[in-house]
């Protein structure tokens, strides 16, 4: 059973910096690309970043580009969002996800939440101006 757990959210102001974590546990992961995903109230699920286990190939939204830094750490089955210059705009429910990796290139798949099977619980990130 795969399971998914983030952490590291918070409160932070305007140009701050939080780091997210993703702890992955129930099968080697080798295989998966794991995604960020995150949702404000009243707006859709909304793509963030994805990383390809195998390799740690990477892909990212556009309007984080430059900003956010995803990761992660085999030994610790761990993913990470590095995330700073935070803006207001950035306040939101932010979850990780995992699925099979399609040995395709990310940017035909990995930006929709369809994609994913397995999904964490979410975690508030809140940016104040």
């Known amino acids: 059973q795969v399971q998914l757990v983030e952490s590291g959210g918070g409160l932070v102001q305007a140009g701050g910096s939080l780091r997210l974590s993703c702890a992955a546990s129930g099968r080697s992961f080798s295989s998966y690309v794991l995604g960020w995903f995150r949702q404000a109230p009243g707006k859709e699920r909304e793509f963030v970043a994805a990383i390809r286990w195998s390799g740690g190939s990477t892909y990212y939204a556009d309007f984080v580009k430059g900003r956010f830094t995803i990761s992660r750490d085999d030994a610790k089955n761990t993913m990470y969002l590095q995330m700073n210059s935070l803006k207001p705009e950035d306040t939101a429910v932010y979850l990780c996800?995992?699925?099979?990796?399609?040995?395709?290139?990310?940017?035909?798949?990995?930006?929709?939440?369809?994609?994913?099977?397995?999904w964490g619980q979410g975690i508030q990130v809140t940016v104040s101006s």
């Open positions: 996800a995992a699925d099979m990796d399609m040995g395709i290139p990310m940017r035909r798949y990995a930006a929709s939440p369809v994609t994913y099977d397995y």
